[in-house]
T-cell receptor, first 114, second 115 residues
Framework: AQKITQTQPGMFVQEKEAVTLDCTYDTSDQSYGLFWYKQPSSGEMIFLIYQGSYDEQNATEGRYSLNFQKARKSANLVISASQLGDSAMYFCAMREGTGNQFYFGTGTSLTVIP | DSGVTQTPKHLITATGQRVTLRCSPRSGDLSVYWYQQSLDQGLQFLIQYYNGEERAKGNILERFSAQQFPDLHSELNLSSLELGDSALYFC??????????????FGPGTRLTVL
């Protein structure tokens, strides 16, 4: 089974609107971390936000927030007030408490429309 | 700028050849990871080193090998190259071996084109 599933290959959002990028995960570990990365067309991978499985509050970093629903095993990224510079690929990733590997989803391509 | 450096930025070579990709982790980071990102496969974990020792292996082909040196820089060696090896190769570093909040910081990548 896939550890990380991102079901939206492509998304469009109007500038200044909010958008939610979906991510579901699969693990039997109680302790795990969830990450979101942004990959603009230039290719670099930029770390955006982190959520720990034991964190009681949803993570926020500026315009990025994580809608963490543990029982549903989902960790959706919410980008508020979208900007043209937000157009990029977005990857959800997980690290389990056991093991060293990072698991990445297949990514969602976000296009912000002016 | 993540602090992770990778050289070269671009590499064009022919099938059957061998290349070496180099990565310098962020200052103080002991873990180095290698990933391959191709259009049809997404981001694939290849291998992890921690303080000079191999610690985790992913979908790394036998034609590929890696090592981490005492100064903590790492090299990924790709041999008998095939057209399908054309991809963006990322190096990432993190400060610790494990732990859930052990985020990885990615280098800019090396784009390999095999002709």
């Amino acid at each position: 089974a896939q550890k990380i599933t991102q079901t939206q290959p492509g998304m469009f959002v109007q500038e200044k609107e909010a958008v939610t990028l979906d991510c579901t995960y699969d693990t039997s570990d109680q302790s795990y971390g969830l990450f979101w990365y942004k990959q603009p067309s230039s290719g670099e991978m930029i770390f955006l936000i982190y959520q720990g499985s034991y964190d009681e509050q949803n993570a926020t970093e500026g315009r990025y927030s994580l809608n963490f629903q543990k029982a549903r095993k989902s960790a959706n990224l919410v980008i508020s007030a979208s900007q043209l510079g937000d157009s990029a690929m977005y990857f959800c990733a997980m690290r389990e408490g056991t093991g060293n590997q990072f698991y990445f989803g297949t990514g969602t391509s976000l296009t912000v429309i002016p | 700028d993540s602090g992770v450096t990778q050289t070269p930025k671009h590499l064009i070579t022919a099938t059957g050849q061998r290349v070496t990709l180099r990565c310098s982790p962020r200052s103080g980071d002991l873990s180095v990871y290698w990933y391959q990102q191709s259009l049809d496969q997404g981001l694939q974990f290849l291998i992890q080193y921690y303080n000079g020792e191999e610690r985790a292996k992913g979908n790394i082909l036998e034609r590929f090998s890696a090592q981490q040196f005492p100064d903590l820089h790492s090299e990924l060696n790709l041999s008998s190259l095939e057209l399908g090896d054309s991809a963006l190769y990322f190096c990432a570093s993190s400060p610790r071996l494990a732990g859930v909040k052990n985020e990885q910081f990615f280098g800019p990548g090396t784009r390999l084109t095999v002709l």
